[in-house]
């Protein structure tokens, strides 16, 4: 993240604590203007109690908020008119339509029009549904009504938190475009969702946290770059060779050995290399029986929320760095 980018939303030391549980252990972020933000972790890590201090709806123990460039400490509720959020399941009036819930909402902040309602349902796909009550709405068309109470005020920052639970695939792939649409236009979206191939379709930036703290933060071009891997699966009796062979091409401490039942040898090097080390190998009279290359978000995230793995067993052979357990 550079300083001189104009930040729609950012944390500092941000700390909470629910008893003896600690929820944030001093989070930093920094959301940049313009992009569609993923906000990614395991469950627990502390994305929804972020989430609930960015609207007001608690309060931090120590650390600061800023908002659009102002800060935000709960109290100052006209900046939120400026804010959408969804977190957690969509509270709506189940005796109304769609439509009245909406009317509702927009009552309650900035004034907003019947064409914004009419034109909010027709986006999240409700129009023909809009006068039935929600009581009637499965899950999915609930969660749409949510996010179109979020963005009733036309926000500058939209806040959401599993916005795809429920969706079918085609809800899934329009609520995509939607959100990369909005931040086409300049405004921003910060996203926290588990279903990490359709968060590496949209997001310009990542933030992965664990336990309350940020463990990395950035482009998610570069991120992926920065964990490129070449994975390789040969047979257990041909894995010392393998790991010489492929030392040798990725450089001493590049190389992970894992051992599930056929051995998967992991070197941290570029994608675009993987001819090489397969080329290396056959050169040495192995062949490969699985050869993967290139890293995704998914992979990503496991590599850096994962637990640490059980102290592995004796090692076969004098292979330094091995571990049990499946490839990543």
Not at 84 to 111: M, Q
């Amino acid at each position: 993240m550079t300083a001189s980018a104009t930040l729609a939303l950012s944390t500092r030391d941000l700390k909470k604590r629910f008893g003896r549980q600690v929820a944030l252990a001093g989070l930093d972020l920094e959301v940049p203007s313009g992009v569609v933000y993923g906000f990614l972790g395991p469950n627990g890590a502390g994305k929804t109690t972020t989430m609930r201090l960015l609207t007001g709806l608690i309060r931090a123990d120590s650390g600061s908020i800023s908002l659009l460039g102002q800060p935000f400490d709960g109290s100052q509720r006209r900046l939120l008119y400026d804010v959408g959020a969804l977190i957690e399941s969509p509270s709506l009036y189940p005796h109304l339509s769609a439509r009245d819930n909406l009317i509702v909402f927009g009552a309650t902040g900035k004034r907003v029009s019947r064409a914004r309602v009419d034109e909010l349902l027709e986006l999240v796909g409700l129009r023909d549904r809009a006068g039935d009550r929600v009581s009637r709405y499965s899950f999915g068309m609930k969660q749409r009504l949510g996010i179109a109470v979020a963005m009733l005020n036309d926000p500058k920052l939209l806040l959401l938190d599993e916005p795809a639970n429920g969706l079918d695939p085609i809800g899934i792939v329009a609520l995509r475009d939607m959100l990369k649409a909005m931040a086409a236009s300049g405004k921003t979206v910060l996203i926290s969702s588990h279903i990490l191939p359709e968060v590496q379709q949209m997001a310009d930036i990542v933030g992965i946290v664990a336990a309350g703290r940020l463990i990395t933060q950035g482009p998610l071009d570069e991120l992926l770059a920065s964990q490129a891997l070449v994975r390789v699966r040969v047979q257990p009796e041909e894995t010392a060779a393998a790991y010489a062979v492929m030392t040798k091409v990725a450089g001493d401490g590049h190389v992970q050995v894992t051992f599930p039942d056929i051995a998967w040898l992991v070197a941290r090097i570029a994608a675009d290399r993987a001819a090489e080390v397969n080329r290396a190998l056959a050169d040495a009279g192995i062949y490969a029986s699985g050869l993967e290359a290139g890293s995704d978000l998914e992979s990503l995230f496991l590599e850096l929320t994962a637990p640490p793995p059980p102290p592995p067993p004796p090692a076969p052979g004098a292979i330094p760095g091995w571990n049990s357990g499946a490839a990543s």
